[in-house]
């Protein structure tokens, strides 16, 4: 069962005004096109991500504020393009271009009276007070003419200190950010450049002229919310699910021998949109989705560029009713996941480009969607600003973007409880209909309901 929600952890954190970091050294004002992957609408928001980092003996006198922006500094310098403003050009069919005028990305100093301990053992979304650990600057999150950055680093009361960093989604995917993150990590631990020298070519993920939509993609459908079936913003539940080796088994347990074989992610993902359709009691005819962020880099020959941090993944989805999927047995679910993802090639990613100029970069289908994001391989908390690896990197929350209650990241994670690792899924729903998933999930859990680590949930 979950672990019942412990009394939050309040505490305050002092600001400094913020302040615009610029490159360390002039650098090229001009305008560089987005590709026809990054500038769709599903796309133009600022996704968040955090990391916390314990102190660290060897960094003693050390200032993790003024080591992290004198690094940030330097890394514009060959990243010049977050230190620009993105600019929606006229007759274009609604492209985005970043003007490069050297503005520099927004910084904020902090510090906060509670140490990394104070947290406890499952550091995990939903973070405390996490509004204050990457502060909302006033006029900071439009797409056009603002930052394309925020960057917070509060100093905590232990020595450790939190990295949070909110991007424009559409300068980057998980993998460019994560890039990115390295790059300001290397310079801070004393480098000259970074080891992996940034890429632009967006051209590369251009649609083709003409455009020519080769493939289906029901991901991009205009659905009617007819029943009003988007979930609403207030009333939300935020709690996170462990999912280790033992889990992963229960689960694999309820599909058949024959896709057995299906991955930790297909299996996952399978479990958890059977169990938030069911929770969320949608009319047994009316379709629903599952979308799969497919990274996509590999799929290309030859490859895209090592370096390259622009968008280059897919949403491929999958589509049902409610009452076949909430009806089957899970094995359904999990072989019409596993086809969308296989079904994501060079041709497909081609296809979506051309469909974003054709159709004027449209929004991905939010009605009745569920979307996952595999961040375990991502990479987030392997990066090193000098204190060593973070104790936590990577997703601040799930649902974020345009429908809060749509998204959920898969994140790596060690269960401190039982020793083991396996992954952290935040799920955000109505706080009725999470009551309803937690009691769904537990019934797939069965045959290991009786262990204490069967899944760490928290709440709001």
């Known amino acids: 069962m979950a672990t019942p929600a412990a009394a939050p952890l309040v505490f305050k954190v002092r600001r400094a005004e913020p302040q615009l970091v610029a490159p360390a050294k002039a650098t090229p004002k001009e305008l560089k096109l987005l590709s026809d992957i990054d500038d769709q609408e599903g796309l133009r928001f600022h996704i968040p991500v955090i990391q916390f980092y314990k102190y660290e003996a060897s960094m003693r006198g050390r200032d993790p504020v003024k080591v992290i922006r004198d690094a940030l500094a330097q890394t514009l310098v060959f990243y010049y393009p977050f230190a620009g403003r993105l600019r929606e050009l006229a007759g274009t069919g609604r492209k985005l271009a970043v003007e490069c005028t050297g503005e520099g990305v927004l910084f904020v100093e902090a510090d906060a009276d509670v140490t990394l301990n104070d947290f406890g053992d ?86 083709r002229n003409p455009p020519r939509v ?158 996952v994001s595999d961040l375990t391989h991502a990479g987030f908390g392997e990066v090193d600003l000098g204190w060593g690896r973070a104790v936590y990197g990577g997703a601040a929350k799930g649902g974020v973007g345009a429908i809060p209650g749509v998204a959920s990241f898969y994140i790596p994670f060690t269960n401190k409880v039982a020793g083991e690792q396996g992954i952290v899924v935040p799920v955000c729903l109505p706080a009725q209909a999470m009551d309803t998933f937690v009691e769904q999930l537990n019934s797939m859990l069965k045959p290991t309901a009786a262990a204490p680590h069967t899944f760490i949930a928290s709440a709001l």
């Open 122 to 207: 499952a550091l995990q979304p939903p973070f405390p007070c996490l509004e204050d650990l990457i502060f909302d600057v006033p006029g900071s999150g439009g797409v056009l003419h603002s930052p394309l950055m925020l960057i917070q680093v509060t100093r905590l009361a232990c020595g450790g200190f939190i990295f949070a960093l909110r991007l424009n989604h559409t300068m980057s995917d998980a993998a460019g950010l994560v890039q990115f993150m390295t790059a300001v990590g290397e310079i801070a631990r004393g480098a000259g450049s970074p080891s992996v020298p940034p890429v632009w070519q967006r051209e590369l993920l251009n649609a």
């Open 214 to 371: 080769t493939c289906e993609h029901r991901e991009y459908e205009e659905v009617a919310d007819t029943k009003g079936t988007i979930i609403p913003l207030d009333d939300m539940a935020h709690r996170s699910f462990f999912f280790g080796p033992t889990e992963v088994a229960a689960l694999r347990r309820l599909v058949p021998p024959h896709i057995r074989r299906a991955s930790t992610f297909e299996l996952l993902t399978a479990c958890l949109w059977k169990c938030r359709t069911t929770a969320l009691k949608m009319d047994p005819e009316e379709e629903v989705r599952i979308i799969c962020i497919v990274n996509a880099r590999s799929k290309f020959n030859p490859p895209l560029p090592r370096g390259y941090y622009g968008n280059a993944f897919a949403f491929p989805v999958a589509v049902t009713t409610a009452g076949k999927l909430c009806e089957n047995p899970v094995g359904y679910a999990v072989e019409l996941v596993k086809r969308a993802k296989e079904g994501v090639t060079e041709e497909y990613m081609q296809s979506v480009a051309d469909l974003m100029v054709s159709k004027e970069r449209p929004h991905f289908t939010v009605v009745r969607s569920y979307l």
